[in-house]
């Protein structure tokens, strides 16, 4: 401040200097010998315009200094609403600790509570027999039994709340008896809860007399359903029994992991062995796989990244080959736990590189995030960039020249991408780097459009003539059987695919091989997902299952 109040003390001299200027060009003009061409006006108002400008330069200085100290007190209040809100989880975490601890204490208390009155004499009594079979008496302290019972009540009391939790019994039975193929049906059958199911499962492969084996034989058919004249990727009975495979996988991970659901023994060498000579022979598989046309949803290849983790065999393998097939599972909300198991970490920032060159900038910004790659790769220049290109897929067509149909696809495709792109800046928080309100107008501009050529395209078909009153009716004319086409149910709207029910934050539904509606550049994205949360491309939510 200092320096600003000297710079302007010096402009305002400048009235003072210009005066001394004057006299002595005044001075100058009483002495000369020649006539000179230079006017006193002249100097006086180029000096003035020099202090004009000098002047309005300043003022521009000093209102970007004011904006600046602006923004950088929003950002200090930013922050300390941060600061603020991680305060009030931490507190809130501990509470809920206390709450758990405190139900813990109580229920230790009560046991004792119970011992105290079945122990209502000074000493516990003990009968054993000595080598002559006479029974002998044997004193033990009262502290001594108080422990031994009130263990025996806190055990006793825990298994049975496990068994009043179980919401599915069945899973310990199958598991008990190493029934893969009853897991799988059972599951099948059950797949509206599957949320609950899942959250029972790692429990309950406990219970398996050797849950990774068990879970390495519920892989069998994986690849060997033959289904004749069907596009196996589109068959929902293959793709359920798929994702129930990588499930299986996932919940024998958590087991392996989770001390909370006690010990479990490690995974053999032998098992080891079998996975990784399964792992073999998918591995060709996956080279026929088209990295575009999986969309970054290839079950195929996160079953093969999930078995590697699961069973600690990815070492085996080469990492670059690994980290190439992660572009094919980018949209799955597992990937980013998936690379941390597998190691790949430090490949990422190759990986972004390649989901961005590929047209595919969302999963590139949510593994950037996922990572902390948001310095090196920007999210909002990301986001625009994907948007540009969706529109720039999204219009070629003359207006004149487009199809009603064909603009129609046009607009769903721009539709599709702007919900993606807003579904991503609320998951980053980055609403105040890139604003929603433009976006959202579009978003309303298009879907009224789309709502109003539905409209008049369904008042505009004919009306079906009354019958007579003999009985006998008109039947459709034929010309307008063309035109109808358009509106009749898509296969897939008709048909819906396996899916798993389940409340997580991205409940993107199925898995889309199809050919890409909005160029390389672009994400595959089908026009006929009218829904907000099914368009984005999430992990995560999100992600898919």
Request: proline share 5%.
């Amino acid at each position: 401040m200092e320096g600003n109040q000297s710079v302007a003390t010096l402009i305002d001299s400048t009235t003072c200097k210009i005066q001394q200027l004057q006299k002595a060009f005044a001075e100058l003009e009483s002495h000369r010998a020649l006539t000179l061409n230079l006017k006193w006006k002249q100097l006086e108002e180029h000096f003035h315009g020099l202090e004009k400008s000098l002047k309005r330069r300043f003022n521009e200085l000093e209102d970007q200094e004011k904006e600046f100290e602006m923004k950088t007190m929003e950002a200090q209040q930013l922050l300390e609403k941060r600061e603020a809100a991680v305060v009030a989880k931490e507190q809130d975490s501990l509470r809920r600790l206390q709450e758990k601890r405190d139900a813990a204490v109580f229920a230790i208390v009560n046991a004792l509570g119970k011992h105290d009155k079945l122990s209502s004499s000074g000493h516990a009594v003990v009968a054993s027999e000595n080598r002559a079979g006479v029974p002998i008496m044997e004193e033990k302290p009262p502290d001594a039994m108080a422990a031994e019972s009130n263990l025996e009540d806190v055990k006793g009391s825990s298994e049975n709340e496990n068994v009043e939790l179980k919401s599915y019994p069945q899973l310990i039975k199958l598991c008990e008896d190493m029934d893969s193929e009853g897991l799988h049906k059972f599951i099948s059958d059950n797949r509206k809860n599957l949320a609950a199911m899942r959250e029972e499962i790692p429990q309950a492969l406990k219970a398996a007399m050797d849950p990774a084996r068990f879970v390495l034989d519920s892989l069998e058919d994986f690849y060997r359903i033959e289904i004749p004249n069907l596009d196996g990727k589109k068959d929902a009975n293959l793709l359920g029994l798929r994702r129930t495979c990588i499930m299986l996988m996932e919940c024998l991970s958590i087991l392996l992991t989770n001390p909370d659901l006690g010990p479990v023994s490690e995974v053999s060498d032998d098992v080891k062995e079998i996975a990784k000579a399964i792992a073999e022979e998918w591995k060709p598989k996956l080279d026929a796989l088209d990295i575009d046309a999986s969309n970054g949803n290839s079950l195929e290849a996160h079953a093969f990244l999930q078995l590697l983790a699961t069973f600690g065999i990815a070492s085996d393998f080469d990492q670059e080959e690994i980290s190439r097939l992660i572009p094919m599972v980018s949209r799955r909300r597992q990937t980013a736990d998936l690379c941390r198991s597998l190691g790949l970490s430090e490949k990422m920032p190759g990986v972004i590189e390649i989901l961005i060159n590929s047209g595919r900038q969302i999963d590139a910004v949510n593994l950037a995030f996922a990572f902390e790659l948001t310095e090196q790769f920007s999210p909002v220049p990301l986001l625009k960039s994907y948007l540009k290109e969706a529109r720039k897929a999204s219009s070629p067509l003359k207006p004149g020249n487009a199809s009603p149909t064909a603009q129609n696809e046009v607009n769903e495709r721009e539709l599709t991408a702007l919900k993606a792109v807003i579904k991503c800046i609320e998951d980053h928080k980055l609403e105040e780097e890139y604003p929603l309100d433009p976006l959202q107008k579009r978003v309303v501009q298009l879907e009224k459009a789309k709502a109003d050529k539905k409209r008049a395209t369904e008042a505009a078909k004919p009306q079906p003539k009354r019958p007579r009153a003999n009985g006998v009716g008109y039947g459709p004319r034929a010309t307008n059987v063309a035109a109808d086409k358009t509106f009749y149910a898509r296969v897939t709207d008709r048909y819906p695919q396996y899916i798993y029910d389940r409340p997580y934050v991205y409940p993107v539904s199925t898995d889309n091989h199809g050919p890409s509606l909005l160029g390389s550049a672009t994400y595959n994205l089908s026009p006929s997902h009218g829904n907000y949360f099914g368009n984005g491309y999430q992990y995560q939510a999100p992600y898919l299952h």
